[in-house]
């Protein structure tokens, strides 16, 4: 029988951290399947009989296949040199996870997001011309762009921001700058 291209070899250390993410309660089900293709593909087993068994394709088999044979020696490198599990447990769990893709880069700067999350914290006042008891979504964005921290904004994006940040404008006391705390 000829050899695939990305030939698996799993060390017997190897061989049991994949088997515990296979059988791990809390394992997220891409990694494990990509560990079940791991270990069948170290078995022997060809790539279109793991398609069969897995409910994938073969190009997925391949991919994992390739990603193994060719992180392997790193791996096998870093079992000798080092002799903890913790490390070779994460050099083969970041193995497995997605590869870092392009994306589009941020419109705004950290910067920019931590002056709109500080005005999102503030009371509305007199000065900001918006006679309003809270922000809204609506009314921050066209507050931070009169203060010239954003050239433009929408409020759904204003809205993203403060739920990355955890904050609630509508519903908070404004707890950063209390009256009754002398500020």
Not at 15 to 20: I, K, M, S, W
Request: charged fraction near 30%; aromatic fraction near 4%; hydrophobic fraction near 40%.
């Amino acid at each position: 029988m000829a050899r695939a291209k990305g030939h698996v070899v799993v060390t017997a250390a190897q061989r049991a951290v994949l088997e515990r993410l296979v059988r791990a309660y809390t394992t997220p089900q891409h990694l494990a399947q990509r560990a079940r293709i791991v270990l069948m593909s170290a078995e022997g087993t060809r790539n279109v009989d793991q398609a069969a068994v897995l409910g994938t394709d073969t190009q997925r088999i391949r991919r994992w296949r390739r990603r193994w044979a060719n992180a392997q020696p790193a791996i096998a490198a870093a079992e000798v040199s080092e002799g903890e599990d913790a490390y070779v447990d994460d050099l083969i769990l970041d193995l497995l996870r997605d590869e870092q893709r392009p994306g589009r880069k941020p419109v705004f700067t950290a910067e920019q997001v931590a002056q709109i999350i500080a005005v999102a914290c503030e009371k509305p006042s007199e000065e900001s011309d918006r006679p309003v008891s809270h922000w809204t979504r609506r009314e921050l964005a066209y507050e931070v762009i009169k203060r010239g921290i954003v050239a433009s904004i929408s409020p759904r994006h204003v809205g993203r921001m403060l739920e990355d940040a955890d904050l609630k404008p509508h519903r908070s006391r404004y707890w950063l700058q209390r009256e009754d705390q002398g500020h």
